[in-house]
């Protein structure tokens, strides 16, 4: 009998509890960029801490400046140490209007269970504790220690974590760190992440009058506040996708043609991929290919505005202020430090007269590209293979997982980035969604990654 | 004893009345933009109807596709004519947390009454009604017949009222039209205003992706909404404060040498103007004042901008949509319809590939220059004169009363713009006033223009 076999069993035979304990983490809004949330974002701290517990993990509540980190650990010593990352915060939920039933009132539709966090992360960060629950709780973790670090402050940039990693080096100390926070290539294609963007996001608030002015009497007279953010934002943006910060692109690494190769080899249908975003059509930076630019190349994207009259019909309003968000997605040797300075440079270059400006920063991370040598990667592969019955392609992503750089740096530990979600779950929009199958399935590569690893 | 005296005498018994019955006006949430409020808004053309009755005229409301026009008249034959124009509605009253009480709460706060519409426009027009009821009752009414329209669609652009005067040509037949819709130079400085900007107001809807994606996942895959709404708004804006739409300027009828001349000696100091915008600078078109700027030259303002997450906090989306509300401010002899066509096509010109947009059209005005010679004008300087111990300057303004224009052109009657208000008013924002003192002199005005005009 091979080690993950009486695993696989625990997992079959609580499948429904599993579900069930998936919903109730659901129904938590535990939205960590709202302070209004912070209660439910504390309950959802003890729903991951109580699951750790049960999973057979010494679990505990660290607190940190912000949401707490969950951790729980069962080290024996002497033996491979698989340290678990996930968030159990999510994404604020709105627009409420856009989505089939409320964002925290998780709703079974067919093979899927839709809700804010289904797939980003609680879902998947829940399918791989209760793989860690089958191992242990059936006796099947025979040759490796666990640890597993679950934070509360992922959507917000996690101000805290790369602290709290510093701090507790030690206790942390990991042979590979296993993250699933990102996708399969598409249904039923397994994929291993082993590039990540980083992120600069920043907020740009530019303030004219000191009061909302009447756009007739007094237009013409001051600089529109408004008007400077729409032309300071548009500045930021070069010709066919390119961005225009001096400087942006210096430490760019070209795309390996080896890279190029394998990503045009990748089951990707532009047609498809067009009717699930629903665009007119695609576009971007000119010389790449969608998945390269998705993947691999820097980009520049308006977040949020907000300015004026919001509402319906016209108001002839000169407002007194106008924000913008936006954000640039970074690639390797890109550094979120050096392109913040760079970008703040050029805000100060293009500010026109007769206003103020300030520039907030909200969260960085740097971009990363993790080896795909190595045992625990080969490891991974194989459980994905055996539980997906096929093997596993290498992507990278746009999005940006910035501990994957701090456990990185702080612990010398590379991470495998296990994708159980899919491209189309909705991460981030109304009607998130997550694959019951998938979340099964997840729950499986963890059983057979520990059983792989421990052999 | 000159006619005016039992008038005067009218009004000084009733001061406490008249303003009472303000305060009762000022508490009608009469926002015609807000389909919420059609039952207030009606309720404030009662209130309207009730005062034209209770000055003497035979009143009625007057059903349109929209909110009511009140009407009222005192019709011998025979005699001048004076037809009374003025809203009844009021902008939205947003932001609410700006304002120091409730909007729709009106306060005494020192010699000021403070709500929304206290100056714009329901302070003024009331003022006119009351110097109406003073003349009719006190039995001053010799030689000038009576006509009052007050519309409720003024904030809206007054879809309705055109039509309407159309309709009802020879029922409104007059002799010259009375509006106090306008300011005040400065505080005791009274104001006859000539000139009015003209309008156009447009809202751009740049859609995108069909739902709101991961900026992430998706960023330089597809065109952001929201990058392109800012690339658009920002190319309508040239160098210096110019607007960009190819032909803009064609029509432009430049300023004359003497309008200059009247401007430049007009008691206006940059130091106090900049003080009450509470702006950096003052900022706008090279090679003109800033009284130019603001009266007698074209402008582009963005009135509202929205897109993507316009809360607290970050939020990598990249939003599916986005607005944007912005007014072109028109001089003579620009067209509106034809700056309108020009915007279109200049829209559909700079529209960036890979969203799709919708162009919105809210109202539109005609610039207008009113003749300053004439029995009316001179009445009416001659009335404010007496009241206010200074003789009226001549202005223009940067708003639009584009009711000024339908006069002209359906019953070829010119308008006097009688300015009760103050720049300083507030009008279109928080904390929106308007001088008590000025409103017992603008019924004042009223008695003393009747009287001059019916000698």
Redesign the interface.
Known sequence: MTPAVPARAYLESRREEFLRNLMEFLRIPSVS???ARKAEVERAAHFVRDRLTAAGLRAEELPTGGHPIVYGERVQGGRPTVLIYGHYDV??P??LA?WRHGPFEPTVEGDNIVARGASDDKGQVYALIAGVEATLQSGSARGVDLKVLIEGEEE??SPNLAPFIRREKARLRADVVVIADT?QFAPGVPAITYGL?G?V?L?LVVR?????????????????P??A???M???F?GPF?RVAIPGFYDKVKPLEASEREEFARLPFRESD?LEE?????????EGYT?LE??WA?P?????????????????????SE????F?M?LVPDQDPADITRRAEEFIREIT?????VEVLR??GASPVLVPRGGPAVRAAAAAMARVFGREPVFIR????IPVVNTFKNELGVDSVLIGLGL?DD?????NEKFSIPDFYRGMAVMVEFLAELGK
Chains 1, 2 share one sequence.
């Open positions: 960029s709202d302070p994404q604020p709105e627009p856009l917000v940039g996708s963007k992120l996001y907020e004219g009058p000191k009061k909302d002015l009447h756009s007739g009497s007094y237009g013409g007279a001051v600089m529109n408004a008007n953010l729409t032309r934002i548009a500045a943006q996708g991929f975003v629903g665009a007119p059509r695609l576009w971007g930076e969608t630019r998705q190349r980009t520049f994207d308006v977040n949020g505005l907000v300015s004026g009259h919001t509402g319906e019909g016209s108001k002839t309003v000169l407002p106008a924000r913008g968000k954000s997605r026109p007269p007769g206003v103020k909200h969260h992503e746009g999005g940006s491209p909705n991460a981030h929009s109304p």
